[in-house]
């Protein structure tokens, strides 16, 4: 398999030289060692989040600093966002290997510092550090897949992407709640270490890739345009409707400063000599759709992984320690699909229909989920989750496919970097727009149904713990459960909605055909 892929992989670079003489998409002896080492970079960066998750009540507890509690996640979400078009701009420039060894070691610093800070400002300011390593693991596994492996032979491996995001999602609350009940919350960042140092020492030896000089230099001014515009929208959908309402002072002066800073950008990279995201990649059709529908595959999806647990704790009374396994209908769906997807894109080179199916199955899935009450089962609810997942399944890993499908080699770092920025910001949306519409809906069906009872309760927070919902009379616990139906109501009719889109795109998709599909005599040779 590894032959095989190395000869298809030095075909589809059309063997293109680097400046060294050497082949740009220069193979590995084993393609599956550097898999193996990606998917656990993939792994790092995914699981991070949901582990911390879990430790932070006692994280605030030993720390304090309730109140800054909201940023030990909104910094890692920024620094993250902000720095994954750079760390794609800078692999295109001067090299993949050593732009993603140097997220890696980058990520594992801010690991080993959070997990010895010892208030809450330095675990904040760390937790920054590990954000800007984590930008950059995304966006290296998928360039560096996409350097080693033609579109035409990448299906097959989209199911170990999949399958990492599943276990991530699955495992992150299971791992982090053991973790912090029998080591400690500070083994939540220092269990990122062996397991980085895996990988680092994996790519270090195996991967090869030649160097890159590149001897333009690096768009300072874009990159400043675009970190205070990407900077801006990740607080407006962090602190809309709850630190500030959405009319405040506050958020308006911060909506007007992500404008006039990413017109500037977009403006600047017109005249840029080596602009951080070059806009000619958008006269490719495919590549914009596929932008278009990361975004709203973002959206839906960290929105669904957000309520759907809160809708069963809450209404269904399902245990929150297992909150992981709640998921596993729909990310199982979307595992076996994104694998089945993957292959008969790499045996039939076709891949059209899978965003037009995936498209009806998420709006399907997501107006199923509208319909739950609180006489749903949980066998139906599973069911509907599935329908999402099917959806999902066909869309996570074609749209990157596609978007890399479109671009130069030469661009492909910034490819892939922009399509995971499009989505990655699509999730601060999602959860943000369905988070408002669930905690108004919630707040008002609480006043409705129990009074200003109902309205103290939910006065600061329309989201309740197990322990708060335990502590409320049964007029107010039912009340809430009706609440949470409605608010979940909402918030996936919404999701509905939203999901037209990616059908209306899906269906302007042009099926150009996936480069690498037949080795070359000379990449035989």
């Given at each position: 398999m590894a032959d095989t892929i190395e000869g298809v992989g030095l075909a589809e670079?059309?063997?293109a030289r680097g400046q060294d003489g050497q082949?740009?998409?220069?193979?590995?002896?084993?393609?599956?060692?550097?898999?193996?080492?990606?998917?656990?970079a993939m792994m790092l960066a995914m699981l991070d989040n949901m582990i911390v998750g879990t430790a932070m009540p006692t994280i605030v507890g030993e720390l304090?600093?309730?109140?800054?509690?909201?940023?030990?996640?909104?910094?890692?979400t920024l620094a993250t966002a902000a720095s994954t078009p750079i760390w794609g701009k800078i692999g295109d420039m001067y090299g993949r290997k050593g732009a993603f060894l140097s997220s890696i070691v980058i990520f594992?610093?801010?690991?080993?510092?959070?997990?010895?800070?010892?208030?809450?400002?330095?675990?904040?300011?760390?937790?920054?550090?590990?954000?800007?390593g984590a930008g950059g693991l995304m966006v290296g596994v998928m360039a560096i897949i996409g350097d080693l492996i033609p579109p035409r032979e990448r299906g097959k491996y989209t199911g170990m992407m999949a399958g990492v995001m599943a276990l991530a999602m699955i495992g992150g609350p299971l791992v982090g709640g053991t973790i912090t009940d029998n080591w400690g919350w500070r083994w939540s960042f220092y269990i990122n270490l062996p397991l980085g140092a895996v990988a680092l020492a994996l790519v270090s030896a195996v991967l090869h890739l030649p160097k890159k000089r590149s001897r333009a230099r690096i768009d300072y001014l874009g990159v400043a345009l675009l970190t205070v515009g990407i900077t801006s929208i990740v607080l407006v959908t962090t602190w809309g409707g709850t630190e500030y309402a959405w009319t405040s002072a506050r958020i308006m002066e911060l909506i007007s400063i992500g404008v006039a800073a990413l017109t500037g950008f977009v403006y600047w990279q017109t005249r840029a000599t080596e602009p951080v995201v070059p806009l000619h990649m958008f006269r490719s059709r495919n590549f914009t759709l596929?932008?278009?529908i990361g975004f709203i595959t973002g959206f839906v999806m960290f929105g669904a992984t957000l309520y759907l647990p809160l809708y069963q704790q809450s209404v269904q009374g399902a245990?929150?320690?297992?909150s992981g396994l709640l998921l596993l209908p729909m990310l199982g769906a979307m595992l076996v699909t994104s694998m089945v997807a993957g292959r008969v894109t790499t045996n039939s080179g076709r891949y059209k229909i899978f965003p037009i199916v995936g498209g009806a199955l998420m709006i399907a899935g997501l107006y199923l989920l509208s319909l739950m009450d609180t006489g749903t089962t949980r066998l139906t609810s599973g069911v509907y989750m599935a329908v999402l997942g099917l959806g999902m399944g066909c869309l996570m890993q074609i749209t990157m496919l596609v978007a890399q499908n479109s671009v130069e080699m030469k661009d492909m770092g910034v490819?892939?970097?922009?399509?995971?920025?499009?989505?990655?910001?699509?999730?601060?949306?999602?959860?943000?727009?369905?988070?408002?519409?669930?905690?108004?809906?919630?707040?008002?069906?609480?006043?409705?149904?129990?009074g200003a009872l109902g309205k103290g309760v939910t006065e600061k927070s329309a989201?309740?713990?197990?322990?708060?919902?335990?502590?409320?009379?049964?007029?107010?616990?039912e009340a809430y459960q009706h609440a949470v139906s409605a608010g979940t109501h909402s918030a996936f009719l919404l999701g509905a909605g939203i999901a037209v889109v990616v059908l209306a795109a899906a269906l302007f998709v042009k099926e150009v055909p996936l480069k690498g599909g037949q080795p070359t005599p000379s990449a035989e040779g």
């Open positions: 670079t059309e063997a082949p740009e998409g220069k193979q590995p002896r084993s393609v599956r060692v550097v898999l193996l080492a990606l998917m656990i304090g600093g309730l109140e800054h509690l909201s940023w030990v996640v909104t910094g890692y594992l610093v801010g690991s080993a510092l959070s997990g010895m800070a010892q208030n809450m400002g330095e675990l904040i300011g760390f937790r920054a550090v590990q954000g800007l596929m932008s278009v245990s929150a320690t297992n490819a892939s970097s922009s399509t995971t920025l499009f989505r990655t910001l699509g999730s601060s949306f999602g959860v943000a727009i369905m988070g408002a519409l669930f905690n108004d809906r919630v707040k008002h069906v609480m006043a409705e149904r129990a989201q309740l713990d197990a322990k708060s919902l335990a502590k409320l009379p049964a007029v107010a616990r």
